[in-house]
RNA sequence: GGCGGGAUAGCUCAGAUGGUUAGAGCGUCGGAUUCAUAACCCGGAGGUCACGAGUUCAACUCUCGUUCCCGCUACCA
């Protein structure tokens, strides 16, 4: 075993073409922040690097579309996701981003490095180009038609119709997304990581030293291993990004994953320019990088190729990638705007950093991919954070004051069951401990939860109301003990819920704590004077759940609006088959529900040569079909009668569908005579 | 299509190397209690462990096949 005396931890770099949301914070930050805040604790020396992730494609096009330039966008972003980070406490040393001065001169260092050790290969290929934008044009950026089932919006590297993958050159009638134009072929020249040439070192290292790495880690790297592996570019041709740094290469920058992640390291350098080294070269430190499930193969496979090609660089220890989230039964999507953006929890609940963070913990996808539902996220600030931890807080508090003026009374003699309650509580610092060392955050605070159960349980059994009317110094003694319990829970919970435990920390008038005193019962001494109790938190009521299912759902529909498209024209008709068809205009006489048909209403129309019955079913969209009489519609006069619910339909009533499945009238814009012709 | 991960109580999830009655939290039902944000505490009910074969004295666990979800598939980032 490996000793260590630091540890660096990374967090994956957001991409700053949007905000972040609550998957970006259960699968990395929120793990990430609780690990350092435990290493913190326990006094190691320990770095936090995060930073966003500035570069590539999609940031070119989202400029583009808006009229401003990359740099903006990324401003932007960076800003607000920096900004939601702070609010929630993720406790980064450094948060700097990829368009840094530091980062660019930086990833041209390791470039050329790598460069000079003669550990790229340079391979010239004919790519797509897109004349009109002059750029060339990345497998997903052109569109066409699918050869296999006639989609006509297959991408250049994959038919999302059928499933197939492709290139770019088995489309038919290829298109540039960026600009519509048709693109044409041209050579370009690229520099290559050759992995095939690190396979067998990266086989040893992974396959047989690190065998503790979580099953789906473990298991994608030997997937990858398996299949063989390939070179990989670590250009493209761009104008957004970090010039390659050799001769020859004018309008080619580095590619967004060889810089992006380079970003954790100048990210340090930026922070500690003079001894940044030793967190990335030093052999006695311990790399750790926290992902989600996406990132895997970059981490454990291209990034270590690109360290260990450069050769001065220690290799990750541990890659604790996580699974996804998703939110109410559906993938969380940025573009789909399917998400509960940070930002916009926070205006929604002030001040309720702990309860995302405790909830998101709670049900972290450490294992496969799990559910974010309101509803949980109700139960657990409820039954959790009130019921069990915020309430127990509050009777040792409220108890206390109530018996001795709100200071610390007097340890007396301890029962068997007190030490027996002692001992339990002992116990929850190794477990959480054994836990937490093993990245299993979602039961470390399950544990650490379990302090608060003690305490509940202990005030339940030792009754301090009801022996207060015989024994004080018995009830000091309870008291005592609780108090001890709360201030071990604002220890045990800080890396989880640092607002509550510094909140609980002043409430307890503690001066400082660290991870060592968990366990301990002299925490507080007999006299200290506490603070004014306040709730630890707060219900949160069905109607404040309702207003943001409602939210979600208002986006559901918002989203299949936009995603209506109207159907492909039918194939022409004559003149002659239009004149067939007979269009009228009448005036409803009467309108009624068919009885026992949910959809059919009852039309009584003045067709100005008598009248005509006519059914329709749009009962659904016309809830008081009354208020239709008088207006005129359209309707087809010569259809063959049709009997429906025992009624002959003579005609039909024109409607348009609207993108979701409603039905409306159609309607002449003025009054016009009964039986006019619709020509 | 290929590869990897997953499918376990009403819900959200745990279940090293196969071994007697498969666990937790929430919810639910019953009891007790009143210091506390109608909270806490005790107890009960609830599962042919996705489906179908196979290996084995023994399978939630291993093998094969099927179905569904997610990810990767090397120029999406």
């Known amino acids: 075993m490996k000793e260590f005396n630091r540890t660096t931890v990374t967090s994956a770099l957001p991409y700053a073409n949007g905000p972040v949301h609550i998957g970006h914070l259960a699968g990395v930050y929120v793990p990430a922040d609780i690990y350092v805040r435990y290493l913190r604790l326990k006094g190691e020396e320990v770095l936090f690097v995060g930073g966003s992730d500035e570069h590539g494609v999609p940031i070119t096009i989202k400029a583009k579309k808006e009229g401003v330039t990359p740099q903006d966008i990324v401003n932007r972003y960076h800003t607000i996701i920096k900004k939601s980070f702070e609010d929630f406490g993720i406790s980064f040393d450094v948060y700097s981003r990829t368009t840094s001065p530091t980062h660019k001169e930086l990833a041209s260092d390791i470039f050329k490095t790598i460069y000079e050790k003669g550990g790229f290969i340079e391979q010239s290929s004919e790519q797509y180009y897109d004349e009109k934008v002059q750029q060339f044009l990345a497998d997903r950026y052109i569109t066409g038609k699918c050869p296999h089932c006639g989609n006509e919006n297959a991408y250049g590297d994959q038919c999302e119709s059928c499933g197939t993958s492709l290139n770019p050159t088995d489309l038919?009638?290829?298109?540039?997304?960026?600009?519509?134009?048709?693109?044409?072929?041209?050579?370009?020249?690229?520099?290559?990581?050759?992995?095939?040439?690190?396979?067998?070192?990266?086989?040893?290292?992974?396959?047989?030293?690190?065998?503790?790495?979580?099953?789906?880690?473990?298991?994608?790297?030997?997937?990858?291993?398996?299949?063989?592996?390939?070179?990989?570019?670590?250009?493209?041709?761009?104008?957004?990004?970090?010039?390659?740094?050799?001769?020859?290469?004018?309008?080619?920058?580095?590619?967004?994953?060889?810089?992006?992640?380079?970003?954790?390291?100048?990210?340090?350098?930026?922070?500690?320019?003079?001894?940044?080294?030793?967190?990335?070269?030093?052999?006695?430190?311990?790399?750790?990088?926290?992902?989600?499930?996406?990132?895997?193969?970059?981490?454990?496979?291209?990034?270590?190729?690109?360290?260990?090609?450069?050769?001065?660089?220690?290799?990750?220890?541990?890659?604790?990638?996580?699974?996804?989230?998703?939110?109410?039964?559906?993938?969380?999507?940025?573009?789909?705007?399917?998400?509960?953006?940070?930002?916009?929890?926070?205006?929604?609940?002030?001040?309720?950093?702990?309860?995302?963070?405790?909830?998101?913990?709670?049900?972290?996808?450490?294992?496969?991919?799990?559910?974010?539902?309101?509803?949980?996220?109700?139960?657990?600030?409820?039954?959790?954070?009130?019921?069990?931890?915020?309430?127990?807080?509050?009777?040792?508090?409220?108890?206390?004051?109530?018996?001795?003026?709100?200071?610390?009374?007097?340890?007396?003699?301890?029962?068997?069951?007190?030490?027996?309650?002692?001992?339990?509580?002992?116990?929850?610092?190794?477990?959480?401990?054994?836990?937490?060392?093993?990245?299993?955050?979602?039961?470390?605070?399950?544990?650490?939860?379990?302090?608060?159960?003690?305490?509940?349980?202990?005030?339940?059994?030792?009754?301090?109301?009801?022996?207060?009317?015989?024994?004080?110094?018995?009830?000091?003694?309870?008291?005592?003990?609780?108090?001890q319990i709360a201030a071990n829970l604002a220890?045990?919970?800080?890396?989880?819920?640092?607002?509550?435990?510094?909140?609980?920390?002043?409430?307890?008038?503690?001066?400082?704590?660290?991870?060592?005193q968990l366990g301990h019962t002299n925490l507080l001494k007999t006299g200290d004077q506490l603070g004014t109790p306040e709730l630890l938190f707060e219900k949160i009521e069905d109607i404040t759940i309702e207003v943001q299912v409602q939210k979600l759902l208002d986006t559901k529909k918002a989203n299949e609006a936009a995603a209506w498209k109207a159907n492909s024209v039918k194939p022409n008709i004559s003149f002659e088959d239009f004149q067939k068809i007979d269009i009228r205009v009448g005036t409803v006489l009467d309108c009624q529900k068919v009885p026992k048909a949910d959809k059919l209403l009852q039309f009584r129309i003045a067709d100005g040569i008598e009248e005509r019955t006519i059914l329709s079913g749009i009962a659904a969209y016309y809830p008081n079909p009354e208020e239709l009489i008088g207006a005129q519609v359209c309707f087809i006069a010569n259809f063959e009668p049709r009997k429906l619910r025992g009624i002959f339909s003579e005609g039909m009533i024109l409607s348009a569908e609207d993108a979701d499945g409603k039905l409306v009238l159609i309607q002449p814009k003025s009054t016009v005579s009964n039986g006019a012709e619709v020509k």
């Not at 477990?431 to 299993?440: A, G, H, I, Q, S």
């Open 172 to 483: 038919i009638n290829p298109k540039s997304a960026i600009s519509g134009s048709v693109p044409v072929m041209r050579e370009t020249k690229h520099w290559y990581l050759p992995l095939d040439q690190h396979e067998a070192w990266l086989r040893k290292w992974i396959l047989e030293d690190h065998k503790e790495w979580k099953p789906n880690v473990y298991g994608q790297c030997k997937s990858w291993l398996d299949m063989g592996l390939q070179p990989r570019a670590v250009s493209r041709d761009l104008d957004w990004g970090i010039p390659v740094p050799v001769e020859g290469a004018e309008g080619k920058v580095l590619y967004v994953w060889f810089d992006a992640p380079i970003g954790y390291i100048s990210n340090t350098k930026e922070l500690l320019p003079d001894s940044w080294e030793k967190w990335w070269k030093a052999e006695d430190t311990r790399l750790l990088h926290f992902i989600g499930k996406d990132n895997i193969v970059f981490h454990c496979i291209v990034f270590p190729a690109m360290l260990k090609a450069e050769g001065s660089y220690i290799l990750p220890e541990n890659v604790p990638a996580n699974e996804f989230l998703n939110l109410e039964g559906d993938k969380i999507s940025t573009s789909r705007n399917w998400a509960v953006w940070l930002h916009e929890y926070l205006e929604d609940f002030p001040g309720k950093q702990d309860v995302l963070r405790y909830v998101l913990t709670a049900n972290a996808p450490e294992t496969k991919d799990n559910d974010f539902t309101w509803k949980d996220f109700q139960a657990r600030n409820n039954s959790e954070l009130v019921a069990i931890y915020g309430n127990f807080i509050n009777r040792a508090l409220v108890l206390t004051h109530k018996f001795f003026d709100g200071k610390v009374p007097a340890l007396g003699e301890l029962t068997d069951y007190d030490k027996q309650t002692l001992e339990e509580f002992v116990h929850v610092k190794t477990d959480v401990e054994k836990l937490l060392d093993n990245f299993r955050f979602r039961d470390a605070q399950k544990e650490a939860m379990n302090l608060a159960r003690i305490g509940n349980k202990y005030l339940a059994d030792t009754e301090p109301w009801k022996v207060a009317k015989t024994d004080m110094e018995r009830v000091a003694t309870i008291m005592h003990l609780s108090l």
């Open 491 to 516: 220890i045990a919970f800080e890396p989880f819920l640092p607002f509550s435990s510094e909140k609980l920390r002043c409430m307890l008038n503690l001066n400082s704590f660290d991870w060592k």
